[in-house]
């Protein structure tokens, strides 16, 4: 049993009932980066150099999809002695139309996604050192 739970990737993403990706906008032209961009913005016609935090929308639709039936190479952490194929989503979100890539939320698979379907954004543990879940975002279909 885990006695408690961090992000596995600081700063991407907030945690909580209702989780949003944290990104960055630049105050200049109004381009959404995630993850956050540092230094100059995104948008190669902006000069831009001031970009804010920004919350971004928990929902988006399917994009594009695909089932990881190989073990990523590290530093990606398998869950389990053996892999389980995973799916993942890219989502492009509800109100910045980027696109997002993810898993899929725990229990879905492709068969559960189409391109266009709705998905919303989840917190998830993704694997557990020394009692310590380590949590990631995740696209569940809704
Ligand atoms: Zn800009």
């Keep these: 049993m885990a006695t408690s739970a961090v992000p596995a990737v ?3 993403f907030t945690t909580g009932d209702e989780p949003r ?4 906008r630049c ?3 109004g381009t ?3 993850p956050a961009a540092s230094g100059f913005c995104g948008n190669p016609a902006c000069r831009g150099r001031e970009l804010v935090p920004a919350e971004l929308s ?3 639709k399917v994009w594009s999809y695909t089932d990881a039936q190989y073990q990523p190479p590290p530093p ?3 869950p389990t002695d053996e892999h389980e194929p995973f799916a993942l989503a890219a989502v492009e979100l ?3 139309q980027i696109v997002v890539l993810g898993q899929v939320a725990h229990g879905y698979s492709v ?3 189409s391109v266009g379907a709705p998905v919303e954004l989840v917190v998830e543990p993704l694997y557990e050192v020394d009692g310590v879940e380590h949590l990631i975002y995740r696209w569940k279909p809704c």
């Design 27 to 29: 105050t200049s032209c």
């Design 58 to 60: 928990r929902t988006g």
């Design 21 to 24: 990706l944290l990104g960055s």
């Design 111 to 113: 068969d559960d996604l």
């Design 32 to 34: 959404v980066s995630f």
């Design 94 to 96: 509800a109100d910045e």
């Design 76 to 78: 990606y952490i398998p």
């Design 10 to 12: 600081e700063g991407w």
